[in-house]
Structure formats: C-alpha cells, structure tokens
C-alpha cells in the first residue's frame, strides 16, 4: 500500500477555541447586522474568513523573532531575507514593505501613469485598486474557461495569448508599463498558471518590449501545482520550478502573508538596478528605510524562514491536500464547488446551492450566514455584495458567479475540522429547498461596502 502524505510537523502550541451554541450564534450574527466580518473573532469556532496572515508559524520562525536584528540600518535579519530571496528566486534586488499592497504601492508609484494599460490574468482587488487609483485601467486576459465552475482545467489562472497580443497591438508600448502574471489566481479560485504559460507570456512581453511581472502571493503553490500537473516537470523539485517560473519575469510584489506564512510583511523582487532605484525612492518614503520597509527585523528573520518552509514540497503536499480534501468531501455530498479545487480556498457555488432564494437577496451572503449560524464555521461572500454597484447607475452589478470562497489558513486546522465543515454544509445543504428567503441591505459604505455593510431578514 502507499504511504498517504501526512503534515510534516507536529503540533506544540495550541491556542483553544470556543464551541458556542446556535442561540448564541443567532443573537451574535444579528448583532453583528448580518455581516460576518463584524464578527468578534472568539464568537468563531473555525476561521475560513482568509488565508492571509493566519497561517501557524514553526518553531524556527519563533527563533528567528527572538534573533531579529532590530538595527535601522545594515540589519542581519534584513541580510537574512536578501540572501534567502536571491537563492529561492534568484531575483538580485529586493525592497521590503509592510504587506502585499504596499509593494504594489512602491513599485506602481515607479512605473504606472495616468492613460496606462496593465493586462494580466484576473487582478485581484488591491492590484486593481492600485492601477485604477492611478487612472490607469487593468485588462483581464484570462482564459475563458475560468468562468465555468464545473468545467475541469488544469490551469485556469492561465492568460490567453491572443487577448494578451490583442492589448500589445492596441496600445503603442509606452502606455504598457507592465505586464501582470498572477500566481496562484486568487480572484478565480486559487487557480494556476502553467510553466508553459509563463514561458509563452514572457516571450511575448519580450517581443513587445514589456515588463513582466509576477504577483507572486502563492507562487509556491502555483509550482507545487506545476509539479503535479504539467508534463516534464514531475521530477523537479520545488525550488527549481520556483527558479524556473521566476527567470521568466522581471520582478515580482508579494504578499509574504500568503505563500511565506508569517502574519505580516511583504517584499518586491526586482532583475533591473534603474528600476529598483527608482522604486527606492518610494520605499522610503512610504515605508522606510530600504533594509526595513514598514517591518521589523524579526519579521524580516520570520519571513525568510517562512520562504524556505513553504517552499517544501511535503509542507505544500500537505497544505494543498488538505484543501482537495474538503472539495472531495463537499463534491461526494453532491454540493456544487468551483472545479478543480484551487491552492488555498474552496469555492461553493451558492446560485446552484440556494436556488430559491432570489438573486437580489444575496444568495452566497445568505449560504455564509446559514453556515455560520448552523456550526460557527465563518466564510466570506464572493458575489453581489463584494462585486457592489455601479458607480454610474448605483444599481447592484450582478457578478457571473455568487461563492461562498472557504479560506483554509496554512498549518492551523486538521481534517477533524474540515469534517466538521463538511457535516456542517452538508445539513444545510438537505435543508436548502426550504431555505427560500435571504435578506435585504439596511445600511451601506459609498465604496467596499462588503466589509461595513448592515443587513437584515427578508
Ligand atoms: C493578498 C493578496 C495581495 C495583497 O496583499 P496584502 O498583503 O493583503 O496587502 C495581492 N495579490 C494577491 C494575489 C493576494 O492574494
């Protein structure tokens, strides 16, 4: 028999969490207003609100916190992470920043001007805040297959060439500053991009003479995916996937909250001295100083740590594993889940699972508010209410799919919770034709209403 994988680590610290009663859930989310990021988090028994800065850090990670090197400048930890960032993916210069979005803050700042074109393959929200604050316009040039949630592709986070030359023969060159590769596709599910498809974007930047760039958030489950599913590369190592799929691009922001497992920080990697010395400009200015960016120095040290660890192919066996586990568990009970399964999410197609509540009553807000009410599980709506209105109009927009996205933090639950997640839905899911009412928006920001939002029944 084959060994199974199993978490290459064992547990030493636990932090408990409360199992509340649904009386009590019923009074807290209505006391919240309906909206699950109101939520004080020890009213949640398992925290599927994000991936992001929740992951469980090792022993080492803690050691490198007790190491850190908090000098203002020349730190060692600062040394540490330099050093780890051009071994894992040999990037020669790199600026380190608070999280994910400040990269895209510092390097934009550098590159993008107002009339600008950035095309890449689904941007998630703060890279597309980030260009659309600039006047600038983001182009989506995925694959169309990523719109069909029961339609099995290998790499759904891949960009259509033809979309992408389109852009290219569109716009003369200096309205392109760059080219974004999102790695995994956060926004359509945790879904990867191809080694192939890497190569084929680069080669066609470097025709037009455009900056390819990666988000790099979850680059090493993009290459565990690589690894498992592209021909050629089964018997490559992590780590060299990782330096292959970098010697690609230019550059890279990343958010070290993902793919790094520590709570805070992020980083740009960048190929080119004139670019990271113009982007040196708005780290310092931004940030801080260039050898600490917004963090601390053991942050820096955690970080560096973290990159080698998630860059394991046990770690990612496992992490990954885990996420298919719940979608295998979720699809057997016949529940409708975006396919396949992504990196770090499962996606539950709330329009098919609560058909009869009406599409103006929030369908995937009211599947997260069922579930939290029946088991304290918390997930977050990715519909109606996350795609808000148009700003012209001020009519709902009515995105193409409603999910309810299930976040799996890195290292912190075992499959007894996703048990119990699957039990949980599953209940909901024998309930779901008399489940025919969902509710109605009372109170609302101008602008990223889903986090401030107040609701109440229909
Ligand atoms: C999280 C994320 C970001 C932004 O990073 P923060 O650390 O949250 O600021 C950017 N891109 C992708 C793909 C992400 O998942």
């Not at 199992?19 to 009074?27: L, M, N, P, T, V």
């Not at 995994?184 to 084929?200: F, K, L």
């Amino acid at each position: 028999m084959d060994l199974p994988y199993a978490e290459p680590y064992k547990i030493k610290v636990v932090e408990p969490i409360y199992r509340s009663s649904r009386d009590e859930r019923e009074i807290w989310i209505k006391e919240a207003r309906y909206n699950l990021f109101n939520l004080r988090s020890d009213r949640v028994f398992i925290d599927l609100l994000t991936d992001s800065g929740t992951g469980a850090m090792s022993h080492y990670q803690w050691s490198e916190m007790m190491l850190g090197d908090e000098s203002y400048a020349g730190s060692l930890s600062f040394h540490k992470l330099k050093d780890t960032i051009e071994e894992i993916l040999g990037m020669p210069y790199f600026l380190p920043t608070h999280q994910g979005r400040a990269a895209e803050n510092v390097l934009f700042s550098a590159l993008i001007k107002a009339g600008d074109m950035v095309p890449g393959n689904s941007h998630f929200d703060t890279t597309k805040g980030h260009i659309e604050f600039r006047r600038a316009r983001a182009i989506d040039c995925t694959i169309d297959e990523a719109c069909n949630t029961h339609e099995y592709h290998p790499f759904k986070g891949n960009i259509d060439l033809e979309k992408l030359e389109a852009v290219f023969q569109k716009y003369p060159k200096e309205k392109i500053p760059l080219c974004i590769i999102t790695v995994t596709c956060n926004t359509s599910g945790g879904q990867p991009v191809s080694m192939q498809n890497i190569r084929e974007v680069s080669a066609l930047c470097k025709k037009y003479g455009i900056m390819c760039v990666f988000d790099a958030a979850r680059f090493a489950e993009n290459a565990y995916f690589i690894k498992t599913r592209e021909k050629d590369y089964e018997d490559k190592t992590i780590r060299e996937i990782v330096r292959e799929m970098f010697s690609y691009v230019d550059g890279a922001t990343m958010s070290s909250k993902k793919d790094a497992i520590v709570n805070i920080g992020g980083f740009i990697a960048l190929r080119d001295k004139a670019i990271f010395d113009k982007a040196s400009v708005f780290n310092i200015m931004y940030e801080g100083y260039l050898t600490y960016g917004g963090l601390a120095g053991r942050d820096l040290g955690a970080l560096a740590q973290g990159l080698k660890e998630g860059t394991g192919f046990d770690y990612l066996e496992a992490r990954i594993g885990q996420v298919a586990y719940l979608g295998k568990k979720l699809r057997d009970l016949g529940i409708p889940i975006q396919e396949p399964t992504g990196g770090h999410a499962v996606f539950v197609d709330a329009k098919k699972f609560l058909p009869n509540v009406p599409r103006e009553e929030y369908q995937a807000q009211t599947l997260a508010i069922e579930l939290y009410i029946e088991s304290g599980v918390r997930g977050v709506e990715i519909g109606t209410l996350l795609a808000d209105r148009n700003p012209l109009t001020r009519q709902n927009r009515y995105p193409k799919l409603e999910l309810l996205r299930l976040a799996i933090p890195r290292r912190v639950y075992t499959n007894n919770h996703m048990d119990y997640i699957v039990a949980a839905l599953g209940n909901i899911w024998q309930r779901r034709e008399k489940i025919t009412k969902g509710f109605k928006i009372v109170s609302e920001a101008p602008i990223m209403r889903h986090f401030t939002v107040e609701l109440e029944r229909v």
